[in-house]
């Protein structure tokens, strides 16, 4: 499966009032495609799931995708990993990378907007698939990729905002108290996440072929095991951890850390859920926008975003082969020959999406490479963390984040570490292997109290931190909408 992303418009047919010149009205729309006509065969709830998949690598209004840049903006460019370049004149953009962003940040805005994009494009999936005659293996499985897809978006914004409308149907009429809802506890959140998620644990165990990139069920055990982390769930945690480690899903580390990031080897053994791009789809649709655009090799053009600081690269050994990947400090110019150094206050650049497959690295637009949602890393490391919180640093809680610093040609950590250091050592070890990601974030906010912080003023930039920066504020055209919305403290 290269891309899947095939664009479907669905509407629900809706009865106003009466036209007084007829006795009767008899709608049968034909420029639109409402539901009750579009969902008849398998073609049609196939390209229905597609079309929720395209909702994660693409805009409706041509901006840069949830994945691949906009998600990015609140959880990398807002914690310590990042800022906005100083090419960057988006006062949104930079708002988020000082911490001083309000509820009318458009980037804010946009994310929410797209988070509910997606599921409303599952929940119409998930009504109308199980009313289509078709193989019932296969509509049990196009339901649950939706239901997939439906709690990792819901798990992003119960994180981004903690209470949020819990919308689980199209709206059928324009009945207000159906298009206008309340927040929903998290709690309540939590809980259909944690059902659609233990649903689409009985996906396939793999695809090939065309259907390479979809959700499969080892994909929900690790969603599902990240969820019970994020609540300290731990016990589930690890149960859900185990599965996915030992139930013959056949994930592993690639022996070359920069193979995670690259277009020849995506949907490989460690990519356990990417989001699919594809070639020649422009620079809205490519996961290159989190990388330098390469229009020009002169040392004062600035890439899209920097590291926060000097120290952000420092964090790496010498020895770490992951900083190689991760950062830049000079790029080879075909046109010369030449390698071009540069040498500022904001090198190193960011690397690690850069695709090196194409020659000259100018077109990088034209980027293949996908954008790991979950990969083995990530789960040997929530592994070490669960199993720390329950017994301590035990041997398999080092073996497990051990293969992680091997891959990376650090020395592993020895034995001895208390639980509190081991802890430490667990985000650390996060923050290097998985920067850049989308993950920094909200493993600042999980860990509660005043880490976000702490760590955030840290940085010189992020001026504006406070206690409130551990929610963002629901977008204020959001409130102005609807009037059932209520703002998150500090906004």
Known sequence: MKKLSTYI?????LLTTALSSCNKLNENPTSVIVASQFFKTASDATSAVNAIYGTLNSDPAGDFPLYGRQLNLLVENASDNQVFSPSNTNPD?????????IASNSRVQKVWQQIYYGINRANIAIDNIPNVQIDTALRARLVRESKFIRGLLYFNAVRLWGDVPLVLHNPASLDLSQLFVKRTAAEEVYAQIISDLKDA????????????????????????????????????????????????????????????FQKATKNGVEHIFSVQFETNLGEANSAQNLSQSFTSFNTGTFPIDVPADS?????????????????????YNAATGKYVVFKNAYTPYFNKFVDYSLSPLTIQSQSGVNYPVLRYADVLLMYAEVVNELNGPTNDAYTAINKVRTRANVAGLTTGLSQTAFRDSI????????????????????????????ALHKVPAKTGVSARCNLYPIPQAEILLNSQLTQNPGY
């Open 9 to 13: 418009l669905l509407i629900p047919v």
């Open 93 to 101: 953009v930079r708002a988020l990378g000082t911490a001083t962003y």
């Open 201 to 260: 644990t009985n996906l396939p165990k793999s695809f090939s072929g065309t259907d390479l990139g979809r959700a499969t069920g080892g994909a929900a055990h690790t969603l599902l095991a990240k969820v019970y982390l994020t609540r300290k769930e731990y016990s589930k945690a690890l149960t859900e951890l185990n599965t996915v480690i030992n139930g013959g899903y056949g994930y592993a580390l690639f022996n070359n850390y920069r193979d995670v």
């Open 311 to 331: 120290s952000v690269s420092k964090l790496f050994a010498k020895t770490d082969t992951r900083r190689a990947v991760t950062f830049y400090d000079s790029v």
């Open 427 to 454: 985000f650390l070890e996060r923050r290097k292997e998985l920067m850049q990601e989308g993950h920094r974030w909200f493993d600042l906010v999980r860990q509660g109290g005043t880490v976000l912080v702490d």
